[in-house]
């Protein structure tokens, strides 16, 4: 059955959908892929995101967005602790892949067993005035849930993107995955170039935790079903494009809003997959890749 | 203490375990069915682990999927059991096979990445090859299918019997298959690997060969491990067969116990699968969960040479 | 010393340790006496994807153990509840069974929630011939046959097709009838058998079948698959669906307005407080399975004295408040096994068994006869109709008039408003 509004509402749904998946995987191109920490306990940050977002929603009825905002610095501050852990337990040493990699999937675990116990396993969702509303284009509806974090996912994008080419920090952060000693001859700590780096991926953390709440409800290990679609999109983009981030996460959207409209919604995530995999093996360099 | 009495000694402890095993498992000790239930369950892990261990051990390659390939194994017995109803002695080698050549098509088409990006593709398949059951009707699909074990079989009389003295055999194999590779040209190249990738190139030592060897062997014990499963639980879907705590426990044994050694993923195995039984029947809480993921960054974060390496170290500045 | 001897003595130890350990449940193994308590046994998901039913489920248990050693117990011997998390994970449930049987020495089982949880004890139940009484499975025994399985759960004899037969009936009485129907469900065990039952519904009823899929569970946006229903226009609407899906559903049928005359049919969780209070005004018009609300027909003896234990001890647990949905249902699965020891005065699995199969029982939930397959001999799945509901204060949902009973005829309160397009 094949209709052009259908179509064109599948394609604005997979765009929507795309934007969310940006936001989640903006912080892994940064901490993956420009500074070559494979923090696949990303989605777990978001997880936990989310569910301060559910907090500040419950007990003080503020916006999911603004608590994703003010929480940011605080995600920030989480993410450098974080790097120091691991630049003096694995990066000084040498050791980071294997280690690296399994202190990253215990962290993950941790958080989700903590949520566990701190909120059980029952799904969590936000009240806000822009869930359940619905704008009628023409032929087209968008659910205002699904274009409020699109528009929030696009604005964080711009912020981070400002930052990263016309800051020094920011430049600095685009550098020190390529030449830490050309770094190091301009004064910069890459240490701590790193660390800022890994914060502003932390950061970004909380505000697509509250972006993901307000478009499904969340229970603590919701996370893991995300972790191959953002890696997916962060290897697709060529590691460490943000502009690449923004349009793998849109190709992966649109595919599976197009798959889940026309042919099956329950082969939506082997076709996120599928591509992964093909581009692990065919190109793993990734679109925008060097 | 010479190579060869050491030898000797690895040698006479395998076959006692299979003789106690064995005796076990054939006499009416009137030892409670429990024990050969929890006994299975920590055996298990410790086939995973050791299969684990000899790619992301010996070689450096990290295996998040190892939940997709012992689900494999479950579900090719599954088939199998829908075929023919084939006998447990079947399904084995069978599923190990086809994990084999997963492990082998995963290999050949991730290998040339760099180890993290192999880490990220075996993440991948696992939830492909989910996806694929779930929608694979013969196999019952998301509702599941059942397999009915027989209810006793001679001479062991009760089927769980059988199936622990099975698992036995098949832990003890992949511990020996684990310690021959570890002391073989094979495991020296795999080491080499791991130490350093170009550089293992450039000696001559065929990496893209070695590493394929590796991914087909941990692929096999990983599906061998999964066979029996179908007949131990009786009931196999999706959600449970490809459950993450077979991925997070095959990676946090090994660590634990220590990677470069056959004797890491054993130890690890044996103390952590035990303590999961112990905390089932007690804690019963997610705190036994907790425990893992602490554990296990604690150890790579203070221990990384695990516990066997802890010992190995104590013992050798003892000597001193 | 020698590397390897320490270390094989330091793995052999190891295990010593741990069976030194798991070797101290063996002790209290002795044989019961009669003043000693009757033990129940059962696994129970605490942790894990189900936990949240399963601790609702757990409060029920205990307050029938408290009713019961309040009236003295049975066979003039105390009851006490044995219990081991499952974790909603089925690999346990073989191993905490034969712990049960074996180490704990229980006298009577009793099975967790779920089919996944419950079928992996189904190899063990058989084999010792034990009488077992289970919490909600679907059409478990389809496949074993076993005589002294016992489903509390209303499904009825056919469970698959019983399931949904009222939606298909109750849609086909409408004038006009209905012509085509969409089926969507999601991948995972309960959801794929509703609809495979659906679709066998629809087809007797005559429905051309216009839409037929499934999705992933959380799926995170559900508009592409409402829209696809859309296109096709469906008189009616059947979805098989899970908690967050049911929800994901809900509101994305709200959102695009999906027209069509009967939506609703097999969605989990929409039957508990706290999901019908994040959803309000959204559930209005939807026509949903239940298995007991606060309707007028179905008020059973002592059904409303066990609620206000249940709400009272679920207070601040993080369990459902009502406890409509379950717990009644977790509550009377024991009192089936209670009535069935008492009368048979025995705790003999093959006697009980036979007398479960004869008898009629009288619990919180009605009078309850089992079929030869160990279903409910007449299906009550209810089917109710969300009405009239404008907030979200819990005791909105605790009035008969916003869930309202539409079949079986038998326990009607209210009346069919149709179509969905009017009702919502």
Request: hydrophobic fraction near 50%; charge should be positive.
């Amino acid at each position: 059955m094949f209709t052009f509004d259908l179509l064109l509402n599948a394609l604005v749904a997979g765009v929507m959908l795309g934007g969310f998946y940006a936001a989640v995987s903006l912080g892994l191109t940064i901490t993956f892929g420009q500074l070559d920490i494979v923090n696949i306990a990303h989605p777990a940050f978001v997880i936990l995101g989310a569910y301060i977002a559910y907090m500040g929603n419950e007990w003080w009825g503020m916006d999911p967005i603004l608590i994703g905002v003010i929480f940011s610095p605080v995600f920030f501050a989480v993410g450098v602790a974080a790097y120091r852990i691991y630049f003096v337990a694995f990066e000084k040493r040498g050791e980071e892949t294997l280690r690296g990699l399994a202190f990253f999937f215990g962290v993950m675990f941790i958080i989700e067993v903590a949520l566990i116990l701190a909120y059980g396993v029952d799904f969590r969702s936000v009240q806000a005035s822009y869930i359940g509303g619905n704008w009628e284009i023409g032929p087209i509806g968008i659910p205002t849930r699904m274009f409020v974090p699109f528009a929030v996912s696009v604005a964080m994008f711009v912020g981070v993107y400002q930052y990263l080419s016309r800051s020094f920090v920011g430049r600095a952060i685009l550098a020190v995955a390529q030449d830490r000693l050309a770094l190091e001859l301009m004064a910069a700590d890459p240490v701590r170039i790193k660390q800022i780096g890994f914060g502003i991926g932390i950061g970004t953390a909380a505000l697509a935790g509250a972006l993901l709440i307000i478009i499904i409800p969340i229970e603590p290990s919701v996370g893991r079903l995300y972790i191959g679609q953002v890696f997916a999109i962060v290897v697709l983009a060529g590691l460490g494009s943000i502009t690449g981030t923004m349009v793998a996460a849109m190709i992966l959207g649109v595919a599976e809003s197009l798959v889940s409209t026309f042919y099956g919604p329950s082969w939506a995530p082997a076709v996120a997959f599928g591509v992964l995999l093909l581009a692990l093996a065919f190109r793993p360099q990734g679109l925008f890749g060097r | 203490m010479t190579a060869a009495v050491k030898n000797r000694l690895f040698w006479g402890a395998v076959g006692a375990v299979v003789l106690v095993g064995f005796l076990l498992t054939t006499t009416d000790t009137g030892a409670n069915p429990f024990w050969f239930f929890a006994g299975y369950f920590v055996l298990q892990y410790v086939v995973l682990a050791t299969a684990w261990n000899i790619m992301g051990g010996y070689m450096g390659y990290v295996n998040f999927g190892s939940a997709g390939f012992f689900a494999i194994g479950a579900y090719s017995s599954v088939v199998l059991y829908n075929l023919m109803k084939a006998p447990l002695l079947l399904m084995i080698p069978v599923a190990g096979v086809v994990c084999a050549l997963i492990g082998l098509a995963t290999g050949y088409l991730t290998l040339r990445l760099r180890g993290v990006f192999f880490a990220i593709a075996t993440l991948a398949l696992a939830i492909v090859l989910e996806t694929l059951m779930v929608n694979w009707e013969y196999v019952g699909g998301a509702s599941g299918a059942y397999v009915l074990r027989p209810r006793t079989i001679e001479p062991f009389g009760d089927y769980v019997r059988y199936l622990f003295l099975v698992m036995l055999i098949l832990a003890t194999l992949a511990v020996v298959v684990a310690r021959w590779i570890e002391r073989s040209k094979l495991g020296r190249g795999l080491n080499a690997i791991r130490d350093d990738e170009l550089a293992a190139e450039c000696a001559g030592i065929p990496t893209l060969r070695l590493k394929l060897v590796a991914t087909t062997v941990s692929g096999f014990l990983m599906g061998v491990a999964g066979a029996p499963f179908a007949l131990y639980v009786g009931y196999v879907e999706p959600a449970s067969a490809f459950n993450l705590a077979y991925a997070v426990n095959a990676i946090a044994m090994p660590m634990i116990g220590g990677t470069t050694m056959w004797a890491g993923p054993l130890v690890g195995a044996l103390l952590l699968g035990t303590a999961q039984q112990v905390a089932n029947v007690t804690i019963s809480s997610e705190l036994n969960l907790l425990i893992v993921g602490v554990v296990l960054v604690l150890f790579v974060t203070l221990a990384p040479e695990g516990i066997v390496g802890l010992v190995r170290k104590h013992l050798v500045r003892g000597r001193k | 010393m020698d590397v390897l001897g320490r270390r094989s003595l330091l793995s052999s130890g190891a295990a010593l340790a741990a069976a030194a350990v798991l070797g101290l449940g063996t002790f209290h193994g002795t044989a019961a006496r009669a003043a000693d308590p009757i033990k129940v046994g059962f696994s129970m998901a605490l942790t894990g994807g189900l936990a949240g039913a399963g601790k609702s489920a757990l409060i029920a248990m205990q307050i029938w153990e408290k009713d019961v050693n309040a009236a003295g117990g049975l066979l003039g011997r105390q009851v006490q509840l044995v219990y081991y998390d499952d974790q909603t994970n089925p690999a346990t449930v073989p191993g905490i069974y034969t712990k049960l049987l074996d180490v704990d020495k229980v006298d009577l089982i009793v099975s967790g929630y779920g089919t996944n949880l419950i079928a992996p004890a189904m190899p063990i139940v058989i084999q010792r011939g034990l009488t077992f009484p289970a919490l909600f499975g679907l059409a478990v025994n389809e496949k074993f046959n076993y005589p002294n399985y016992f489903q509390i759960m209303p499904a009825g004899p056919k469970p698959l097709t019983d399931w949904s037969r009222g939606f298909f009936e109750l849609a086909m009485e409408q004038t006009p009838p209905p012509k085509t129907v969409a089926l969507v469900g999601a991948d995972a065990e309960f959801a794929r058998n509703a609809v495979k039952g659906a679709r066998e519904n629809a087809k007797n009823a005559g429905l051309e079948i216009v839409y037929d899929r499934s999705y992933p569970p959380r799926t995170a946006d559900y508009t592409p698959i409402v829209r696809a229903i859309q296109a096709r226009k469906p008189d009616i609407v059947f979805v098989g669906s899970y908690p967050p899906d049911s929800v994901g559903m809900v509101k994305a049928a709200v959102e695009i307005g999906l027209e069509t005359k009967l939506f609703g049919g097999g969605m989990v969780g929409l039957q508990y407080a706290t999901i019908m209070q994040a959803l309000g005004a959204k559930l209005n018009g939807i026509v949903n399975y239940d298995f007991w609300v606060p309707a007028p027909t179905l008020q059973f003896e002592g059904v409303n004295e066990f609620l206000k234990k249940y709400q009272t001890a679920a207070m601040g647990k993080g369990v459902d408040p009502l406890g409509y949905y379950l717990p009644t249902y977790a509550y009377s699965y024991l009192q089936v096994l209670g009535e069935a020891v008492t009368a048979t005065k025995s705790l003999d699995h093959a006697k009980l068994g036979a007398h479960m199969r004869e008898a009629t029982f009288e619990t919180v939930v009605g009078k309850i006869k089992f079929a030869p397959n160990g279903e409910w001999a007449t299906s009550r799945t209810l089917l109710v109709q969300y009405q009239d509901i404008a907030d979200t204060n819990l005791e909105t949902f605790t009035k008969p008039s916003t869930r309202v009973v539409l079949y079986p005829k038998a326990w009607q309160s209210g009346k069919l408003r149709y179509p969905y397009t009017e009702a919502r």
